[in-house]
């Protein structure tokens, strides 16, 4: 009761004659007295909320391991936990490009429902952390959390991706179990060398993402442009094989369409490099 009136005053002041304005008024200043008395505790929050919701301790899989709906109400914590499950896909999707290298190549199809049952989780976390953000963006929260959230919807979209490009190069490795398809000693050499090249890149554009680094994001971009290089060289090599008869033509349409999906991967890496160069400029250019 002792703060009322003074408040009261205060803001009977600013329009006397105006009611709507007065609490109108009256609103603004509750919010912003309540983001300055919060604002020096939120790193206290965000720290309380990790030792409460330790992702370690959950189930791996169908479910949010760091996002709760109660952490809607604040967005300094929520946005912390929305870059841990997209970090967690970035893991996913990293991991699958090992499995679908050793499947493919070294032929231990045991591998695929793995793959595939990675990729559907990757599926659902794309779901469920974008109903989250649409959710937050949805209460009052900063223009700078706000533009962080646009940023990890075209992350984790293009991470979606990723998996779905392996998925295809899962199946196809099953389909050449089933065929018999070998591929010559020349081409799996070619194989594993491009598999590394994407596994480094989506590495490095994770890394890019968890610093927000930009310097890292500009080797994305330019490894991206090496393995379109390789891609276009692999192509060519591979039709001379073909041509020439020391190439099977199943291997060979099986080839070009594998190393068509790990360029596609690197394109996303270098999709997701480009938002943190793009948003790094932003910030530099108000700054």
Not at 111 to 127: G, M, P, R, S
Request: with cysteine.
């Amino acid at each position: 009761a002792g703060l009322r009136f003074p408040v009261e005053a205060l803001v009977t002041s600013f329009t006397p004659n105006d009611i709507i304005r007065q609490i109108a008024n009256g609103h603004t200043i509750f919010n912003l007295t309540n983001v300055l008395v919060q604002a020096p505790f939120s790193k206290i929050h965000i720290k309380i909320v990790n030792t409460i919701v330790k992702g370690e301790d959950k189930e791996m899989g169908m479910s949010l391991k760091y996002l709760d709906k109660r952490m809607i109400q604040t967005s300094s914590v929520a946005n912390v936990q929305i870059k841990k499950e997209i970090d967690r896909m970035f893991s996913i999707a990293s991991n699958n490009i090992v499995l679908a290298n050793d499947a493919l190549v070294n032929k231990k199809f045991e591998l695929v429902d793995t793959i595939l049952q990675n990729e559907k989780t990757l599926n659902f976390l794309a779901d469920e952390i974008t109903a989250f953000i649409v959710e937050l963006n949805r209460t009052d929260i900063s223009e700078e959390h706000r533009n962080n959230n646009d940023i990890y919807i075209y992350t984790l979209n293009d991470i979606e991706r990723v998996g779905d490009h392996l998925k295809n190069i899962a199946e196809a490795s099953l389909i050449s179990n089933e065929n018999n398809i070998e591929f010559s000693d020349m081409a799996k050499e070619e194989l594993n060398y491009i598999f590394s090249l994407c596994a480094e890149n989506l590495k490095n554009a994770q890394i890019a993402y968890e610093k927000f680094d930009i310097e890292i994001a500009r080797e994305v971009v330019n490894l991206e442009e090496v393995i379109d290089d390789l891609e276009e060289d692999y192509k060519t090599t591979h039709i001379q094989r073909l041509s020439d008869g020391s190439c099977e033509v199943k291997s060979g349409v099986m080839f070009l369409d594998v190393i068509s999906n790990l360029e596609r991967i690197s394109d996303h890496s270098s999709k997701i490099a480009y938002y943190i160069i793009d948003n790094k400029i932003i910030k530099d250019s108000i700054a």
